[in-house]
């Protein structure tokens, strides 16, 4: 993050699930796992609908005080500058590309309990 080193970027996404919402319009949500990969979904523009992606272990890493993805068939890797702007939320941009953005904000996976009461 962009007061901590890359290790704390690490440890605030890893193993957490975000929806996010893009410069562009693009939106979804996703859960990054500790091992690198990534699922989710993703509504590309916010037209359309909404397509499942998974990507690999090891797909993403740290870079000395970036986030980089290793994404098969590109011919670059992107790398994203982490900025936490809250204690749920972060805005990850494209490095060199500062308009080039996605912010970001942790889901918790609890389901609510429903109490049979409430059913009858």
Same mark, same amino acid.
């Given at each position: 993050?962009?007061s901590?080193?890359?290790s704390?970027?690490w440890r605030?996404?890893a193993g957490k699930l975000f ?5 562009d319009?693009?939106r979804g949500?996703g859960h990054?796992? !500790?091992?690198? *990969?990534?699922? &989710? ?9 909404a397509r @499942?992606?998974?990507l690999?272990?090891?797909t993403l ?7 980089c ?7 670059f890797?992107?790398c994203f500058h982490l900025?936490?702007?809250d204690?749920?939320?972060f805005r !990850?941009?494209l *490095?060199?590309? &500062?308009?080039?953005?996605?912010d ?5 996976? @609890?389901?609510p309990?429903?109490?049979?009461s409430?059913?009858?």
């Amino acid at each position: 993050m962009s007061s901590g080193t890359s290790s704390d970027s690490w440890r605030f996404v890893a193993g957490k699930l975000f929806a996010f919402n893009c410069f562009d319009g693009s939106r979804g949500a996703g859960h990054i796992y !500790g091992d690198g *990969s990534v699922i &989710g979904t993703i509504q590309f523009r916010g037209v359309g609908p909404a397509r @499942t992606v998974s990507l690999p272990p090891g797909t993403l890493r740290v870079r000395g005080e970036a986030v980089c993805a290793s994404l098969q068939g590109m011919l670059f890797e992107p790398c994203f500058h982490l900025e936490k702007t809250d204690d749920r939320s972060f805005r !990850g941009s494209l *490095s060199g590309l &500062g308009f080039a953005y996605c912010d970001f904000t942790r889901r918790d996976i @609890t389901l609510p309990i429903v109490r049979s009461s409430a059913l009858q």
